[in-house]
Nanobody
Framework: QVQLVQSGGGLVEAGGSLRLSCAAY????????MGWYRQAPGKQRELVAT???????NHADSVKGRFTISRDNAKNMVYLQMNSLKPEDTAVYYC???????????????WGQGTQVTVSS
C-alpha cells in the first residue's frame, strides 16, 4: 500500500509565494516520475509540472518562470515552489507519483489527497 501525503497550500495575496510538499509512504521499491496537477472549479485537472527520478523537469507554460518542481529521492518527496502567484493559480493541487512496489510488479500511479491554494487579488 502506497500513500501520498500532501502539505502546504492555503491563502495568499497575488504576488506572494507558497510551497507544497508531498511525501510517499508505504512499500516502495522505486519512484519514476513525480508531478503536480491542479483542478480549478468547473475545469479539468491539468498538469502543472513533472520531474523524473533523474531530475529532468517539465513545467506547464502557464507556470514557467514562476513555479519550480523539485524532489528528494532519498526521502521520496516532491515539492512545488510557487512564486509570483496569480488569482488564476487558484485551484486544488494534487501530487502524483508513478511507483513500483517490488522488483517484479508493474508501475502504479498514486495521487495525493489534494490541497487548496487560493490566491486573492
Amino acid at each position: 500500500q502506497v500513500q501520498l501525503v500532501q502539505s502546504g497550500g492555503g491563502l495568499v495575496e497575488a504576488g506572494g509565494s507558497l510551497r507544497l510538499s508531498c511525501a510517499a509512504y508505504g512499500t516502495i521499491f522505486s519512484i519514476d516520475v513525480m508531478g503536480w496537477y491542479r483542478q480549478a472549479p468547473g475545469k479539468q485537472r491539468e498538469l502543472v509540472a513533472t520531474i523524473t527520478s533523474g531530475g529532468r523537469t517539465n513545467h506547464a507554460d502557464s507556470v514557467k518562470g514562476r513555479f519550480t518542481i523539485s524532489r528528494d529521492n532519498a526521502k521520496n518527496m516532491v515539492y512545488l515552489q510557487m512564486n509570483s502567484l496569480k488569482p488564476e493559480d487558484t485551484a486544488v493541487y494534487y501530487c502524483n507519483a508513478l511507483v513500483g512496489v517490488s522488483t517484479t510488479s508493474g508501475m502504479y500511479t498514486y495521487w495525493g489527497q489534494g490541497t487548496q491554494v487560493t490566491v486573492s487579488s
